[in-house]
């Protein structure tokens, strides 16, 4: 990866209609820990019935998505989606260059 980019990671998160307040509650709680880790929250994204998040996130290293990921502030939140459905998944992603 070159150094001066950004590594880009986009989640996609399926929930269901009874879990959609506890996931929007985790979300609040876990998305401003993005800065202490060099994360930035690019684009986040909700389809008009609410079970479908994307989100589209940066970080200026891998070490900064990874520290992320291990926050222990955030895996203590995890706890919150218990007995919820839910389905993640993470795609690691490049910009795409047309010339």
Do not use: C, W
Request: hydrophobic letters at 40%.
């Amino acid at each position: 990866m070159n150094e001066s980019k950004r590594l880009t990671i986009v989640m996609f998160a399926d929930v269901s209609a009874a879990g959609i307040a506890t996931f929007q509650n985790y979300e609040s709680r876990v998305l401003p820990l993005l800065a202490r880790h060099d994360g930035l929250l690019e684009r986040r994204l909700r389809s008009t019935d609410a079970q479908t998040e994307v989100h589209v996130v940066s970080f200026g290293s891998r070490a900064g998505y990874e520290s992320y990921m291990a926050d222990p502030e955030r895996t203590a939140q995890r706890g919150a989606l218990d007995g919820i459905e839910l389905r993640q998944r993470i795609v690691e992603v490049d910009d795409v260059s047309d010339a």
